[in-house]
């Protein structure tokens, strides 16, 4: 089972950058592929990208496509998100998980971290 704190989350103004980390513990970190989702109030949870477990593949939100990164350490058993050029759009509590292929779906969410973009 891995564990997960989220972190690096804030306040910034509009076009600037944030970069998040998720740290995971469990020594099965390196076999999970991992994903980034947000959600904002009153809205739902939405994907914003995922990485896979080697690193080699990389899937964005259209909405986050160009301006998000998302790469990973197993060696640190953390996942990163570094996010440029922020817009107030960009504002919602910033949630990682696991990739379980035994429920195809992710699972054991972190506590999230709050992004908020000023104008």
């Known amino acids: 089972q891995v564990q997960l704190v989220e972190s690096g989350g804030g306040l910034v103004q509009a076009g600037g950058s944030l970069r998040l980390s998720c740290a995971a513990s469990?020594?099965?970190?390196?076999?999970?592929?991992m994903g980034w989702f947000r959600q904002a109030p009153g809205k739902e949870r939405e994907f914003v990208a995922a990485i896979s477990w080697s690193g080699g593949s990389t899937y964005y939100a259209d909405s986050v496509k160009g301006r998000f990164t998302i790469s990973r350490d197993n060696a640190k058993n953390t996942v990163y998100l570094q996010m440029n050029s922020l817009k107030p759009e960009d504002t919602a509590v910033y949630y990682c998980?696991?990739?379980?292929?035994?429920?195809?779906?992710?699972?054991?969410w972190g506590q999230g971290t709050q992004v908020t973009v000023s104008s």
């Open positions: 469990g020594r099965t970190f390196s076999s999970y592929a």
């Open positions: 998980a696991p990739y379980d292929e035994s429920y195809s779906d992710y699972v054991g």
